[in-house]
């Protein structure tokens, strides 16, 4: 039995580099695959969705790009037999043990979301994943609305994720944006049009991946890239996935948002009921007296009160 692991997705065929050779093997899968014990810190129990009081002990899932698995090639189509255990799993985009994730927004077109940004870093810490954000379009923003932008963006410098802002049509930032890929296993997410395709051509010319502009009517772009690889990239690989209109995140008990909200946790020692504060609706919080000072950015907590209350009101399914 040979290892390797998944660079490309297509239809029902995997593209898989083995660990040896670095050879590509087109490979199958198997069916499905079940694991027969999934204990509460692994990657494949944290993306199942409670939807019983007894968490299950068998699950099936299906192979992913980033996995790494065992193959046989000894008959005329190799197949995968097995999906080793799992660093982190994102359903959308759909892949695993990534190292990083650029989160790629635009200035404009579509105009940068912080609501968005804010559903991103609760994955990204779920999951445990580094992000780094990165600006894209700035030679289509005015001067005004992007100063105003870098300056509300650098709260989240603040609190230790890096911030760049390019231009990829003439590589304004590149220098910089380069060294972040170095050894590493990069996703690029973000919503359909931002240019995380331009990015790609811009930094690898040689793949020359379709791109399409704005759509005018719908103020969207279209969808460009219809299926998930990994593009090998200064000693490590850089996976670009399908853009998406809409992002969800999986949290069941409201009191377990707070905990993917660190920039909180220096604040939350202060509040009157502790630990136990949710920062909402409680009296004495001092997470609320530090976004009324301005230490917590206002558009950040409005949108964790937002996420909060979605939580509370969904409706739980036993």
Not at 294 to 317: C, D, H, M, P, W
Request: proline share 4%; with cysteine; glycine share 4%.
């Amino acid at each position: 039995m040979k290892t390797g692991f998944i660079k490309k997705h297509i239809a029902n065929l995997y593209t898989v580099v083995d660990d040896g050779t670095k050879a590509e093997v087109i490979c199958q899968a198997r069916g499905k695959f079940r694991y027969v014990k999934v204990d509460e810190e692994s990657a494949f129990h944290r993306s199942i969705s409670k939807r019983t009081k007894v968490e299950p002990k068998w699950i099936q899932v299906s192979p992913k790009v980033g996995d790494r698995v065992r193959y046989n090639d000894e008959e005329e189509q190799a197949l995968i037999t097995e999906i080793m255990p799992r660093d982190n799993d994102l359903s959308r985009p759909d892949v695993a043990n990534i190292d990083q994730v650029l989160l790629v927004f635009s200035a404009v077109r579509p105009d940068f979301s912080f609501h968005l940004l804010d559903q991103f870093l609760v994955i990204m810490s779920q999951e445990h994943i580094t992000p780094v954000i990165v600006i894209s379009k700035i030679d289509l923003i005015e001067e005004e609305p992007l100063r105003k932008l870098k300056e509300q963006l650098a709260y989240y410098e603040t609190i230790g994720i890096p911030v760049y802002y390019v231009n990829s049509k003439n590589k304004d930032g590149f220098e910089n944006l380069k060294k972040v890929f170095k050894d590493h296993f990069t996703l690029l997410a973000g919503q359909t049009g931002v240019g995380k395709s331009t990015l790609l051509n811009a930094l690898m010319p040689h793949l020359d991946i379709k791109t399409q502009e704005i759509s005018e009517a719908l103020g969207r772009g279209k969808h460009t890239t219809r299926h998930t690889e990994l593009y090998d990239y200064l000693d490590g690989y850089v996976v670009d996935t399908p853009g998406f209109s809409k992002l969800e995140f999986m949290i069941h008990y409201p009191e377990d948002l707070k905990l993917h909200y660190p920039d909180f946790l220096k604040y939350q020692q202060d509040c009157r009921f502790s630990n136990k504060c949710n920062h909402v609706h409680e009296p004495g919080c001092a997470v609320k007296e530090a976004v009324e000072s301005g230490l917590i950015l206002q558009e950040r907590y409005e949108n964790y009160v937002a996420f909060f209350e979605s939580i509370t009101t969904q409706k739980e399914v036993y």
